[in-house]
């Protein structure tokens, strides 16, 4: 989805953008730190989409019982965080993994049209 363009947006589009752009932030911190942690998230996973269903769900279990069990695997400065003036300071997670950095644009441009429509029900 993309956000609103332009200086004069309503409120509804200003709580949109805001929304928006809190899920992507979320979105990021999350596959930044599984990627960070779980090194075999690097690369593409050249298998079956059976077995990397499987992978991807053993690294997220992983991470929820290292979450539950440790009190020192996940700290309030691996996430990004917004300061009272609402700039972001990057999480701890940034500077240990570089590989999504390099991931292009997977798809068409015909996706921006289904965005827009789907955004604007």
């Given at each position: 989805m993309k956000p609103y363009q332009g200086v004069n947006l309503s409120t509804e589009e200003k709580?949109?953008?805001y929304r928006l752009s809190?899920?992507?932030?979320?979105i990021?911190?999350?596959?930044?730190?599984l990627v960070s942690r779980f090194r075999v998230l690097e690369k593409p996973i050249l298998t079956n989409l059976e077995t990397v269903d499987v992978i991807i769900c053993?690294?997220?279990?992983?991470?929820?019982?290292?979450?539950?069990?440790?009190?020192?695997?996940?700290?309030?400065?691996?996430f990004d965080?917004?300061?009272?003036?609402?700039?972001?300071?990057?999480?701890s997670w940034r500077s240990q993994i570089?590989?999504?950095?390099?991931i292009?644009?997977?798809g068409s441009n015909h996706s921006a049209e289904i965005?827009?429509?789907?955004?604007?029900?």
């Open positions: 709580v949109f953008n809190r899920a992507r932030r979320i990021e911190n999350v596959f930044g730190i053993t690294c997220c279990a992983l991470h929820n019982w290292l979450r539950k069990k440790s009190n020192s695997y996940i700290t309030a400065t691996c965080r917004e300061d009272e003036q609402g700039n972001i300071q990057p999480g570089h590989a999504l950095q390099s292009g644009n997977q965005a827009r429509e789907k955004r604007e029900v």
